[in-house]
């Protein structure tokens, strides 16, 4: 794999892709574990060449936001369009008349060589606009540059639409046609053989239902318009259409949830009745969009792989996957397919990224080009697989850590897994309670799938971000990494943080990155232990300083189980459970008396139309999660100052909770511990914990916490504080504060005060769910209720051994 970094790039073809955030189909992974399997010579494998664009910008003005996409890509040159904007001159008014937007607009078409990467062409589409024309989108077609302006006359108050063809190679003006108007600015545009497709999404008169056109051009340059309406004026989604073959295109169209086939024969316009019988079996795969190769094949990108449709044979084939290559997950996953054929292929991505203090959002263009390696350069390796969690896409550090591995290891290889994927449709959130009845519902599914593999010896053998799964604290399971972390040195590490994680005395998970979660307040509203409070306290806090608001908004089984969960230790040690402790009444009692049945609607107690919610918020307290030095300084001033984090309520006044944000688990069966270990060590090197860090993330090693706290208090100081709240004279928040390493300091010992990780068991707390409201109902007392769920939780945990 090798680099390359290019000055000055932009464009886009009108590619054969189409991103929607629905689409027919199914998100399903592969199911059989590659975990011991060897590397063969002939093993899939593709070598990259990379190319960062960086475009050439006026150097004397100030850029405030860049985007960059491809514009067009062909067989010896690529166009980049470069979209955005500079920085207006300071003053306290802007005068339009003096000043002409355009020369702060940034719409520029950069031609590159792709054999050479040397730039051909770079053409300004804002040079001499006038001040009263905006410049509405740039499309490349049939080798020549289009933009479209719209011009406004002040005689006629109305607008002049044009549009203007440019030469690619020369930069020459070539043509200039007016428009009554333009359909759609960026029009979603696939080539299927000669044929051009541009889809035109339109609404029915009463705006009731979306209904397409699809305006197609033949290679003599014609066009015709072929309409996709429902009878019923149903509303419709047409996300990509597909190559059956040169002159025949599978339109997927989504109505209702239910997705229909039709063929559209390109020659003739000829559109099908209803196809989907033919093809539902492509709905195996999630297909969001796809792309005609140059082979004249469909493919698309899903699973963390590309996908190849055969047509003739109904079936879908695997044809790339990203751990066949040596770029990380996390930048595979956020780029797009711009070409490809049988043997090579091209993807392509801005992503965005926020710069580390810093208001100045800039996209990063990346382009590679992946070609099929006639041997794979780890042949011999054995496999190890990796998972995180039930999420589809890697975290970057992961994906770091994951190619120094790779790249390092001469024995083993890291594949990430798919068959953990999680399908997040058809859920609808609008309340505490059923917002944590979808992550238990999602525990529930994700550990016992993870546990059954895990015992059988089928399980990945690493796990990112298991923490969450609390049925896997287990012996059976997880291998304790206690032994492996003997020497970490606490000025060095947060420590009491690891040691937070044990359960038992064995630390399955080890966190990486984390936050902390709990009350924050001023110190002074703290209870007799100065960093949490009891049950009492809490109940006086809650009584008299947030008259009765509760800053839990959960109802009282879900709210019962967090307090649970934050003080499992007291009923559950050793694989045995007690819930005949006075702790356990104690909780249940404060419940029933104090928590409502159920959490409120959101919204249902704050009317936009009378306050801002940030003006109405509860500055006195708030449930908050701290998951950096710049966010919590961010906490602070909107709460005027009070900056303590105190625990929930407990019944032995303990202090806030620390939480894995990223961590890493071993399986008891790994293929081999010693090297998954290898890799979670990794994850703590002190260059993966300063990429964590500097995305204002808490991080497990303490120098690095504080140099980032550092150049955070230095930001916030300055520019950061207007970033968030708005400019000097508009800043909702009327008392400025000041921050200095104090503040660190303070985030510092909140963070040492931390002595328990929560862990949600998914099965142990259904059980709670279940039972304990006939108790906060008044159906049942509570010893009746404590014997009923003490025997279930104790059956679960046997079943476990």
């Known amino acids: 794999m ?22 027919c189909g199914k998100k399903s992974g592969s199911t059989k574990s590659r975990s011991g399997e060897t590397i063969k010579a002939d093993s899939p494998w593709f070598n990259t060449k990379t190319i960062h664009f960086d475009p ?19 067989d010896n040159r690529m166009l980049i369009l470069t979209s955005g904007s500079y920085e207006y001159p300071e003053m306290e008014f802007i005068d339009y008349d003096e000043i002409n937007g355009n020369d702060y607009d940034i719409e520029t078409v950069t031609v590159i060589d792709r054999n050479t990467g040397g730039t051909i062409q770079i053409l300004d589409l804002t040079e001499d606009l006038e001040p009263n024309t905006n410049l509405c989108g740039t499309e490349y077609s049939f080798g020549k540059i289009t933009s479209k302006y719209a011009c406004y006359n002040e005689e006629e108050e109305d ?18 046609e007016e428009h009554a108007d333009f359909d759609d600015i960026d029009p979603e545009v696939y080539k299927i053989g000669d044929h051009l497709i541009r889809t035109e999404s339109l609404w029915n008169e009463e705006y009731t239902a979306a209904y397409y056109h699809l ?11 072929v309409e996709i309406k429902d009878a019923n004026n149903e509303d419709l989604n047409i996300y990509t259409i597909m190559a059956k073959d040169e002159n025949t295109a599978v339109i997927p169209v989504e109505k209702k949830n239910e997705c229909i086939y039709y063929e559209l024969d390109l020659k003739t316009l000829a559109l099908s009745s209803d196809k989907s019988d033919e093809y539902n079996w492509l709905n195996e795969k999630s297909i969001d969009y796809s792309v005609t190769g140059t082979d004249g094949k469909t493919y698309f990108l899903a699973d963390r792989g590309i996908y ?21 997950n996390s930048t595979l996953s956020e780029l797009h397919i711009a070409e490809i054929s049988k043997d090579s292929f091209v993807l392509i991505g801005d992503d965005w990224s926020y710069n580390e203090f810093s208001d100045r959002y800039r996209s990063n263009f990346t382009i590679i080009e992946f070609t099929r390696a006639d041997t794979n350069p780890h042949a011999g390796k054995k496999i190890l697989e990796l998972c995180q969690g039930d999420i589809e896409s890697i975290d970057v550090a992961v994906s770091d850590a994951i190619i120094e591995f790779n790249e390092s290891n001469t024995e083993y290889y890291i594949e990430v897994t798919d068959r953990y994927n999680y399908d997040y449709t058809n859920w609808t959130i609008s309340s505490a309670d059923e917002q944590s009845a979808f992550l238990q519902d999602i525990n529930s599914e994700m550990s016992t799938r993870l546990a059954m593999d895990l015992i059988n010896g089928e399980g990945p053998d690493i796990l990112i971000n298991a923490s969450q799964y609390g049925q896997l604290n287990n012996p059976e399971y997880l291998t304790d990494l206690t032994p492996y972390l003997y020497d970490l040195d606490s000025e060095k590490y947060f420590t009491n943080i690891i040691d937070s994680a044990k359960v038992d005395g064995k630390l399955y998970n080890l966190p990486i990155s984390f936050y902390v979660e709990g009350i924050i307040t001023d110190s002074e509203n703290a209870g007799s232990s100065g960093k949490g409070f009891t049950i009492p306290e809490y109940e006086n806090f809650l009584n008299n300083t947030l008259n009765g608001k509760d800053v839990i908004d959960n109802g009282q089984s879900y709210y019962f189980v967090k307090l649970f969960n934050n003080m499992s230790d007291k009923f559950i040690s050793d694989g045995k459970a007690d819930f005949t402790v006075p702790e356990f009444a104690e909780l249940a009692d404060f419940v029933k008396n104090n928590v409502p049945v159920d959490s409120e609607l959101w919204g249902a107690y704050i009317d936009p139309n009378v306050e801002d919610p940030f003006l109405t918020r509860n500055r006195d307290a708030a449930l908050y999660s701290c998951y950096g030095s710049f966010s919590y300084m961010i906490e602070i001033a909107e709460m005027t100052g ?17 939480n894995a944000n990223l961590s890493v688990a071993v399986s008891a069966k790994a293929y081999n511990v010693d090297a998954c270990v290898e890799f979670a060590k ?51 928040n009327p008392t400025r504060l000041f921050f200095s390493e104090q503040n660190i300091d303070d985030l510092e010992n909140i963070i040492l005060s931390c002595s328990n990780m929560p862990y949600s068991d998914a099965a142990i707390n259904t059980i709670l769910i279940e039972e304990m409201p006939a108790y906060f109902l008044g159906q049942k007392d509570l010893d009746s209720v404590v014997k009923i769920a003490q025997d279930r939780v104790q059956k679960a945990l046997d079943e476990r051994k």
């Open 2 to 23: 090798y680099r390359v970094t290019v000055k000055a790039l932009s464009v886009t073809l009108i590619l054969a892709m189409s991103l929607s955030a629905a689409s």
């Open 682 to 732: 990794i994850l703590l090197s002190d260059d993966i914990q300063k990429f964590i860090a500097s995305d204002d993330l808490l991080v497990i090693n303490r120098t690095i916490f504080r140099q980032q706290g550092e150049a955070a208090v230095e930001y916030i100081n300055g520019d950061g504080y207007w970033a968030v709240f708005g400019w000097e004279g508009e800043d909702p």
């Open 308 to 328: 190849v449709i055969n047509f003739k044979d109904k079936s879908i084939d695997e044809f790339f996957n990203y751990s066949w290559c040596g770029v990380g």
């Open 642 to 658: 009070s900056s303590d984090i105190l625990g929930i309520p407990s019944t032995d006044g303990r202090g806030p909770s620390a």
């Open 56 to 74: 050439e910008l006026d150097g004397t003005k100030e850029v405030d936001r860049i985007t960059q996409r491809l514009l067009g890509i062909e």
């Open 159 to 176: 607008f002049i639409y044009f549009s203007r063809d440019f030469d690619p190679l020369t930069g020459e003006l070539i043509g200039t």
């Open 215 to 225: 305006h197609i051009t033949s290679p003599d340059g014609s066009e015709r318009t």
